[in-house]
């Protein structure tokens, strides 16, 4: 994990856009994968995005990477409270092995 | 979208006796698995990569006579914990690449209490 940093702790209010950055150190990264984590239970895939891509979007979820800077962001467009949750950023490499940031814990406010 | 689940989602055990979780990949095959474990409020730790007919492959630190790793079928992994103890309590969580392609499904985790 400690190749992949992320901010702990994100607040947002409902019907706002949060914006969870990740950055990572290894250039030879081949996918990035967002991943979503409730209370107690496993990982939800919400996206990955291709290295040598810049940007992908699906429904809410926007996905930013900057490979010159190594930095990797998700913005999910009018937040609600079933978004609060833990949102794990990775990188994986040709043997698909997952390094995983130390996730954000988005909290969603009324 | 497709699924993978584990057996059993908790489980307590006695120090010294051994525990087997499960990981099935339900509507595709997995010739790749991978098991982490997470500690409460802490990221995921990779311990082993599970090839389907053949030995898993360990990360450094992992004990891999502690934790038996098989991958019988193209949809089926397995950990084992032997000898557990107190220490090895944690949340097991295991995932499985989508065929060939770059999609990683994770299980909904396991957790193992040892007392």
């Known amino acids: 994990g400690e190749d992949v940093e992320q901010s702990l702790f994100l607040s947002v209010r409902e019907g706002d856009s949060s914006v969870i950055n990740c950055t990572y150190t290894?250039?030879?990264?081949?996918?990035l994968y967002w991943y979503k984590q409730e209370p107690g239970a496993g990982l939800q895939l919400l996206t990955y995005i291709f290295s040598n891509m810049d940007m992908k979007q699906d429904q809410r979820l926007t996905v930013l990477l900057n490979k010159k800077d190594k930095h990797l962001s998700l913005r999910i467009a009018d937040t609600q409270t079933g978004d609060s949750a833990i949102y794990f950023c990775?990188?994986?490499?040709?043997?698909?092995?997952?390094?995983f940031g130390a996730g954000t814990t988005v909290t969603v406010r009324a | 979208g497709a699924v993978v689940s584990q057996h059993p989602s908790w489980v307590i055990c006695k120090s010294g006796t051994s525990v087997k979780i499960e990981c099935r990949s339900l509507d595709f095959q997995a010739t790749t698995m991978f098991w982490y474990r997470q500690f409460p409020k802490q990221s995921l730790m990779l311990m082993a990569t599970?090839?389907?007919?053949?030995?898993?492959?360990?990360e450094q630190g992992v004990e891999k006579d502690k934790f038996l790793i098989n991958h019988a079928s193209l949809t089926l992994s397995t950990l084992t914990v032997t000898s557990a103890h107190p220490e090895d309590s944690s949340f097991y969580i295991c995932s499985a690449r989508l065929g060939t392609g770059n999609t990683i499904y994770f299980g909904e985790g396991s957790w193992l209490t040892v007392v």
């Open positions: 599970s090839n389907e007919g053949s030995k898993a492959t360990y």
């Open positions: 290894d250039s030879s990264s081949t996918y």
């Open positions: 990775a990188e994986s490499f040709n043997d698909y092995k997952l390094s």
